[in-house]
């Protein structure tokens, strides 16, 4: 069982950078391919972010290339996700979640662990 936490949410102004982190334990973090989702209300939760076991691979939405990058640290158990030039469409929460399988996933539903998530806010 593997227990996520997820940490570096808030409230920035538009353009700004926040960055997001998620702890794991209770598992073999390396093991594990790691995703970023997140869920703006009344909205369904969507693939922001992943990457590979080891860390060597990733894919970002489209909404996101080039604004938003992930990456890991299996020495220290952490994903992160740094964000920059946020916009007001970016706010939502934020969802750390891990993968048992090789594949760094889009679909949700492919995730076995989430966090409790983190907000993020972006004003205009």
């Known amino acids: 069982q593997v227990q996520l936490v997820e940490s570096g949410g808030g409230l920035v102004q538009s353009g700004g950078s926040l960055r997001l982190s998620c702890a794991a334990s209770g598992g073999t973090f390396s093991m594990y391919s790691m995703g970023w989702f997140r869920q703006a209300p009344g909205k369904e939760r969507e693939f922001v972010a992943s990457v590979s076991r080891s860390g060597m691979y990733t894919d970002h939405a489209d909404s996101v290339k080039g604004r938003f990058t992930i990456s890991r640290d299996n020495a220290k158990n952490t994903v992160s996700l740094q964000m920059n030039s946020l916009k007001p469409e970016d706010t939502a929460a934020y969802y750390c979640?891990?993968?048992?399988?090789?594949?760094?996933?889009?679909?949700?539903?492919?995730?076995?662990?989430w966090g409790q998530g983190t907000q993020v806010t972006v004003s205009s």
């Open positions: 979640a891990a993968d048992r399988s090789r594949i760094y996933s889009t679909n949700a539903n492919q995730y076995d662990y």
